[in-house]
């Protein structure tokens, strides 16, 4: 697999918080999204749901093995 078990765990604890951010705007009762909830609030906790994404890919497992790819 080309990430180890432990990004794959990072990766969707931030799809949690993307699903979770989206919810947040939908929840917004002010017309067109307007509220604190749709400007505010949930534009943020989604972008830190990519920023755990981006840092899931990133990361690097020291407890693991690293695989050595032999060119052929």
């Known amino acids: 697999m080309v990430f180890g078990k432990k990004n794959y765990q990072i990766m969707l604890f931030g799809i949690a918080i993307l699903i979770f951010g ?9 017309d067109y999204g307007f509220g604190f909830l749709g400007i505010t609030l949930g534009p943020l906790v989604v972008m ?13 497992d020291k407890t693991e093995t690293p695989k050595i790819i032999s060119k052929k």
């Open 22 to 30: 989206f919810i947040l705007m939908s929840l917004d009762k002010e």
């Open 48 to 60: 830190s749901g990519f920023g755990i994404q981006f840092w899931a890919i990133l990361h690097v």
